[in-house]
């Protein structure tokens, strides 16, 4: 080779070994998409593990069990991955013992009064699981069943496609139903969830996701000193049994208001029980909108949650009791306070219907008929400031 082209091939090689192979801030070159086996139900069902990361390192495990989100790792303000969801390590553990950490929730997320409603002159008589009422789609709902898998990847993307059937009068409810949701980590740092479903008769329909954040990482203690941001000018007040009245109260000024961001412990002494509400947010034509933010000084996390549903529960971790002992792999950067989950270390933001719907006529309605489509899009996106 002549000697004046070797300064060239030097370049070539120092631009090649540095520049375009150099790994990322967060340590990973590229997308991927892993699957592990995770071991088995109850009645003998395989159970995999799939973990995603994207362009910059962020990534997550979702089970097959229950559409659970196991782990979620995001960067804080100095680029450091952190866990910041509650969750446990091994599926046995999930198996005897889940308030919902990271779950699909289904065929109905939240309450409906006494396990009954009237559909078309018909009245259904559900599971019920939390005193006389029906929760989170009863004994066994989908939190608790095996989904079918299929990895998907696209130029921006890695996803897991998750699929179930719900046979006709599972749980009480009616009509065959066939759920897919999707769940997309974006390289712009997002964890999308895409929810359709179809059935063969009419029925009602509510499906969500009920991961417990922790942005500060999960078993850093509360979350009291996250400040939390809500697009909701209502709420729907509660009875005893957290069942809604049907009215639809203005949050501005009360304890509940959240519409301007404001520490989720700076009140909550005074919200008998803790937060555990549905908020009616501002937007509800469908479109995707921003529903809420969230943001924890000691990491700089930020969470923003667009949604394309007219409500969000928020709920402050108030059930959580030191009775589950959580993942022992922790996160970077604070100090481990312990993962025995006590009452408000984590918060729920569940994107949704109303509670208890079927049974209120002035609450929008969750009726799906056959032909119809049930779709719902909910958007978490992380960045640090
Ligand atoms: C509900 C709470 C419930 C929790 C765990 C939340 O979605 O609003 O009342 O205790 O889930 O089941």
Redesign the pocket.
Known sequence: MRAKYVPILLAVIVLFVFGCDKPTKYGEKKMSIKKQAFGKTVDGKDVDLYTLTNANGLKTEIMTYGGIVRTLEVPDRDGNLGDIVLGYDSLDEYIENN??FGAL?GRY???IAKGKFTLDGVEYTLATN?GPNH??GGVKGFDKVVWGAEPMEDETSVGLKLTYRSYDGEEGYPGNLKCTVIYTLTNDNELKVSYEAETDKATVINLTH?SYFNLAGHGSGDILAHELMLTADNFTPVDEG?IPTGEIKAARGTLMDFTRPTPIGSRIAQVKGGY?HNYVLNSSDGSLALAASVYEPRSGRVMEIFTTEPAI?F?SG??LDGSNKGKVEHHVGYPTVGTVYNKHNGF?L?TQHF?DSPNKANFPSVVLKPGEKYTHLTVHKFSAK
Do not use: K
């Open positions: 308030p919902y929730v997320g939240n309450r939390n929760l989170h009920h957290l555990d529960q709920y108030n059930f729920c569940e509670p």
